[in-house]
């Protein structure tokens, strides 16, 4: 064997260098060409005016003047209330987390049917959020929804939700919740099933119950799902265009626009077609993931550096 | 409604009186003729279906493929259907709608065929097909606006067609005394609400200064525009529109007027069929022109046309003129705008209006009553980021009148920074 080692090919004496590479290589190909390409294509576009179909027109930084009030403009209007919304999202929809720990803590026993219960519990999660939009637009109907007739058997006056400016945003993400939470739970169900009953019995013992109990024995073990929990949620909170644009097509009067429901509707929608405006919020929305991205980046990787 | 119409087309075709059949004779169409349209809605779904059918019927050795997109989505679809490997026909609007495709280079130009003798039937549209000299479309229907009301309800309350604005808003107080709202909308989907406004505005102003506002000559926080704002205050405070408009499509705006809550609706004339499918018989049904406001200004009309185009990237091209020529004709033009298909008016000039109240009404409107001019409506009339904006900001407007001053400066920033 030892006399063939001058004849090996080039790719035999650099294998182990090479294969991993190779295994990567399909991967690393479409991730550049269906994310880190369009990402600097929406950059180059957000320097230009375009309408998607003719020629582009370099118009400098103007589209992030106008965006961001840079200069002597004012801050682009649609653009202060979709961040807020955005804002408003991100933290409401961490709601989801303990509502979804509490189902899962409720659920978490055997008693008869408890996999119906489970699947019941877990059924918004499944279905559409189109049809979740839908379903919830229905529920706050100013006249005929199943909200203002409750409200109403109590004598509280009929509330039009979604027609409000004020609290339109505050429905939709509501409708969000639903499904959302679904998913947490589902998360902290397999998470609790992971809880080490030594652990409990042993804080049994020494007389640990109730919140105490939770607190300090059985949430630090769910922290790996409190985790996913999180980014999935804030992943969520950032995608919320699909309920925006079936409940209140971003309105009344754009009053419940988030900056992706803003960017779709100024680069793709009807009277939209404005490609550098919609590319320059584009561009802005992803520094606000690239944060987040960042953090839980970052938090992974110290926990990988704590398990060594 | 599908049946009868099939059957009067078959007919037709049996007659052999398409104005097409001589061309065909020439040399047979062979090969694929694909179209996409927007005529989604059941009426119009139908008339389409039947369209190709009878084309295809007409030319056996022809296969037509039709394809029917939504109506809504298909406003955006269009850009990605003409781009890579585009049909032969497609559905889109006349005028300034048609500037992205026509610039872009995607629409086929279609001068050699308005050239033909026949088309001179179409002429009194020929300057909406027309951009920059050529013409890129032809036009298979166009429809009246105006106020459809429960004649019914307004007889009980002794109430009648008002023609100016006085009677107007007396009437409504009437309606308002007894419960009954004056107006049903819904502004859900926003392009309602410019409706009012197109009317209000052209019968305050005039119709020249409204389509200078459209062309960004005018601004909007001029006190003309103010005016007109003014008269449809007035209307807003009495509470004359449904209450919760903003949350409604205009489709679920309708039961209001069918449930007798609500007593009119001012609407193109395609909501005529929804309401007959509501349950409204012609006989609680009917229709006036929008009073005059200003009297000193003439009647301007919004009727817009809806049309047919061919993409430059079109593969039958011969087949898709053919079809071009086939729907404008007068016989398929009488045939699909008829009460049965469309309920629409035909633009072809030879064509005949069916026996129809609304259509008979648009017709005479239209032909004898629109001296100020025909607009197109606010969407298609204005430049497409200030409709957007505009309509957003009258919307507000219908919800919370008292922001006027705030709306308006928006709309002005929008109109400077676009008509630079």
């Known amino acids: 064997m030892a006399t063939a080692a001058p004849n090996r090919g080039w790719y035999k004496r650099n294998e182990i260098a090479i294969t991993p590479w190779l295994f990567l290589l399909p991967a690393m190909i479409f991730f550049a060409v269906y994310v880190i390409i369009p990402i600097g294509q929406s950059f180059w576009i957000s320097l230009h005016e375009w309408d998607g179909l003719g020629d582009k027109t370099w118009v400098g930084t103007a589209n992030y003047e106008r965006l961001l009030g840079w200069g002597d403009a004012n801050i682009d209007r649609k653009f202060e209330t979709s961040f807020w919304n955005n804002i408003k999202w991100l933290v409401l929809y961490l709601l989801a987390i303990p509502a979804g720990l509490f189902i899962a803590l409720f659920l978490n026993q055997t008693v008869t049917g408890i996999r119906f219960y489970k699947s019941m519990f877990f059924f918004p999660f499944v279905i559409s959020q189109v049809v979740v939009g839908l379903v919830f637009s229905w529920f706050y109907l100013p006249r005929e929804g199943l909200l203002n007739a409750v409200l109403g058997f109590f004598g509280a006056g009929p509330v039009n939700i979604l027609g409000d400016p004020t609290l339109a945003t505050y429905g939709i993400i509501a409708a969000g919740l639903w499904p959302q939470t679904a998913y947490c739970m589902i998360l902290y169900l397999t998470g609790l099933n992971a809880v080490d009953p030594e652990q409990v019995e042993a804080a049994r013992l020494d007389g640990a119950k109730g919140h105490k109990m939770l607190w300090y024995v059985i949430l630090p073990q769910l922290k790996p799902a409190t985790f996913i929990a999180f980014v999935v949620t804030i992943i969520g909170a950032l995608r919320s265009f699909d309920l925006i644009s079936v409940m209140t097509n971003g309105g009344p009067f754009g009053s419940t626009r988030v900056l992706s429901f803003y960017m779709f509707e100024e680069s793709l929608s009807e009277f939209g077609f404005r490609m550098g405006f919609g590319a320059a919020i584009a561009v802005v929305l992803f520094f606000i993931m690239l944060g987040f991205i960042a953090y839980f980046l970052y938090s992974m990787y110290r926990d990988e550096k704590g398990a060594h | ?420």
Not at chain 2, 69 to 89: C, F, H, M, S, Y
Not at chain 2, 223 to 230: K, L, M
């Open chain 2, 1 to 420: 409604m599908h049946s009868i119409l099939k059957t009067s087309l078959a007919a037709l075709v049996a007659a052999g009186v398409t104005a097409s059949s001589a061309a065909a004779d020439g040399h047979a169409l062979s090969g694929e003729l694909n179209i996409i349209s927007d005529m989604s809605n059941p009426a119009p779904r139908a008339v389409m279906e039947g369209l190709a059918e009878d084309f295809g019927a007409l030319h056996p050795g022809l296969e037509v493929n039709l394809t029917i997109v939504d109506r809504e989505a298909w406003k955006t679809q269009i850009r990605n259907a003409l781009g890579a490997n585009p049909p032969d026909v497609v559905n889109w609007y006349a005028a300034n709608r048609m500037r992205p495709y026509v610039d872009a280079g995607l629409f086929a130009d279609i001068s050699d065929l308005w050239a033909e003798p026949e088309f001179e039937a179409l002429a009194s549209t020929k300057g909406a097909m027309t951009l920059d000299g050529a013409q890129w479309g032809v036009p298979y229907t166009y429809y009246q606006w105006g106020v459809y009301y429960r004649k019914d309800i307004f007889d009980q309350y002794g109430l009648s067609e008002p023609s100016n604005w006085e009677e107007e808003l007396a009437n409504c107080q009437t309606l308002l005394d007894n419960g009954v709202k004056c107006y049903t909308i819904g502004t859900k989907f926003l392009w309602t609400a410019g409706g009012w406004f197109d009317y209000i505005n052209s019968r305050t102003n005039g119709y020249d200064f409204h389509i200078a506002l459209a062309r960004g000559e005018v601004e909007w926080t001029d006190d003309r525009v103010r005016q007109t704002f003014a008269n449809w205050r007035q209307l807003i405070d009495m509470g004359a529109f449904i209450d919760d408009h903003q949350t409604y499509s205009w489709q679920e705006a309708l039961p209001f007027m069918v449930n007798g809550e609500a007593a009119s609706y001012l609407m193109g004339n395609f909501a005529v069929a929804a309401m007959r499918d509501g349950g409204l018989t012609d006989d609680q049904l009917d229709f006036y022109q929008f009073p005059v406001i200003n009297p000193d200004v003439d009647f301007a009309e919004d009727a817009p046309t809806d049309t047919f185009h061919i993409p430059s990237g079109a593969q039958n091209m011969d087949a898709a003129k053919e079809f071009l020529r086939f729907v404008t004709s007068a016989e398929v033009q009488t045939e699909i705008n008829s009460g049965a298909g469309l309920g629409q008016l035909p633009v072809n000039a030879n064509a005949s209006i069916d026996d129809d109240k609304f259509l008979a009404q648009g017709f005479d409107m239209l032909s004898n009553n629109a001296g100020g001019g025909i607009m197109q409506f606010f969407d298609r009339d204005f430049e497409a980021e200030m409709a957007s904006v505009g309509m957003e900001g009258l919307q507000e407007f219908m919800v919370f009148p008292d922001n006027l001053d705030d709306i308006l400066e928006r709309l002005e920033e929008t109109r400077q920074r676009i008509y630079q």
